[in-house]
């Protein structure tokens, strides 16, 4: 007689995956509407339910036993399926197998912020003794995390301008590799954000995968990891240029609409897996409601972000010759010079995120956002509303003094993030507003 419950038999497996036709490599967009989900597994459901459940049943105790086998390494080939909401979900599997397209990477993992998936990383890859080298200036948060709470526990930082050049890279890198061997530790992570929050700087980084594949030669490198917040995954993909690791804050441009927080980082298995086993202990994935919400974002990512540059160019364009505008640090006005050089080498759009200097100082840029009438006053970036805020008095207002002077966060700097409204309203909008300051 056989066993009604068989111990050999795996969980239903979704239909293959159809990423290519007649020899053409299907699009993110395209994939955006149906990858990583079978509607098959789900009563036919068209769009992925969401998944609320903090635990998943087991067909046996042996397929039990073989999962956590797989998941402790006593089995090769790891654990298939889910088991516990902290480890994994449909809704959040579904998600990172899509964000894992937009930057050709092999594995994806998602996170309850940008700052978990960041302060995630960091953990996984850093032991006391160890050197963090990154590029200047970060997000405020992230440069927080790593002076002050990576410091605490015995991690020390070295940084570099992000247009730094090639030999101003090498010599970082041996010096924090100094630093590292002084304290018992090693180089243990290059992280970089480019273009910078909030000045737009770039980073230059084939370089710093070059001059870290140099120094390290044959030896176990340290991973470069890099913020693309800003840019991605539409206008810059940092694991073609020599990255290993892509970090972003969804809240933004993945999201897209300012109604969620969310993080992610992607990049090969094999840099991930450190990372995953720490956000399995920590918890420090995002929810299943949130998962479903960025879905329904990633279906429009590349409209949106494409139209909101559209909208960024034509804004750019009336407000730089405008008598009460200084300048403007807007990737697509860059004309020459090495940043222009890493915009074209790097970046296939210049985005919707800019610099405003407004002749004058802080009561002018404060006249100038009080009397927005579309732009909204707000912080973030990156939502189909166009937003508006000041760095040096609301997000660097923690940065001391001196680092905003080297940093150029002056206080005629006004930060703009383009929306999706219509072009000719939004220059509209900007003329009023400056001719009231
Ligand atoms: C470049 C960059 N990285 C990371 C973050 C942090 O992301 P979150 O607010 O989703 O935690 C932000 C937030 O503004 C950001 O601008």
């Not at 590799?177 to 700087?201: D, F, W």
């Not at 034509?314 to 200084?326: A, G, I, N, Q």
């Not at 009397?371 to 940065?399: D, F, Q």
Request: charged share 20%; hydrophobic share 40%.
């Amino acid at each position: 007689m056989s066993d009604p419950v068989d111990p050999t038999t795996p969980r239903r497996k979704p239909k293959p995956e159809v990423t290519r036709l007649g020899g053409r490599k299907l699009k993110p967009s395209t994939l955006m509407m149906g990858y990583g989900y079978d509607p098959l597994l789900s009563e036919g459901a068209l769009k992925p339910p969401i998944f609320l459940t903090s635990t998943f049943a087991f067909e046996s105790a042996e397929a039990g036993k073989r999962h956590f086998e797989g998941i402790t390494g006593k089995r090769a080939g790891g654990a298939e399926g889910l088991v516990y909401s902290r480890f994994n979900g449909p809704n959040q599997e579904i998600l990172e197998d899509r964000l894992g397209v937009w930057d050709g990477a092999e594995d994806a993992l998602v996170f309850s912020s940008g700052m978990s998936a960041i302060a995630t990383l960091l953990l996984a890859y850093c032991e006391a003794g160890d050197v963090i080298l990154h590029s200047g200036p970060l997000y405020a948060a992230t440069e927080g995390f790593i002076a002050k709470v990576m410091g605490r526990y015995g991690v020390t930082y070295l940084d570099f301008p992000a247009g730094a050049g090639r030999e101003e890279i090498a010599s970082k890198i041996a010096q924090a590799r100094e630093m590292a061997e002084g304290q018992g530790g090693k180089l243990a992570l290059i992280y970089l954000e480019s273009p910078a929050n909030p000045t737009n700087a770039l980073v230059d980084i084939e370089a710093v995968s070059f001059e870290r594949d140099a120094a390290f030669a044959a030896e176990p490198h340290p991973p470069i990891a890099i913020d693309n917040t800003f840019l991605g995954p539409l206008w810059q993909s940092p694991l073609k240029h020599g990255a290993d690791v892509v970090v972003y804050s969804l809240t933004k441009y993945a999201g897209g609409h300012s109604d969620l927080v969310a993080g992610g980082v992607s990049g090969a298995r094999q840099w991930m897996n450190p990372v995953r086993a720490l956000r399995n202990t920590m918890g420090t994935i995002l929810d299943p409601n949130t998962a479903w919400m960025l879905l329904r974002s990633l279906e429009t990512l590349e409209i949106r972000m494409q139209r909101a540059t559209e909208n960024a160019c034509r804004v750019c364009d009336f407000l730089k010759d405008h008598p009460k505008v200084e300048g403007l640090g807007f990737l697509g006005l860059l004309r020459e010079g090495p940043q222009k050089d890493i915009y074209d080498r790097h970046c296939t759009g210049p985005g919707s995120t800019f610099s405003l200097f407004v002749k004058g100082g802080e009561a002018e840029a404060f006249r100038f956002l009080d009397s927005l009438k579309v732009a909204k006053l707000a912080v973030s970036l990156g939502g189909t509303e166009t937003l508006a805020s000041h760095p040096a008095a609301m997000t660097h207002l923690s940065v001391p003094d001196a680092r905003k002077a080297a940093l150029g966060i002056t206080d005629n700097l006004v930060r703009v993030s383009i929306g999706i409204e219509d072009a000719g309203d939004l220059i509209a909008d900007f003329e009023q507003a400056l001719a009231a300051v």
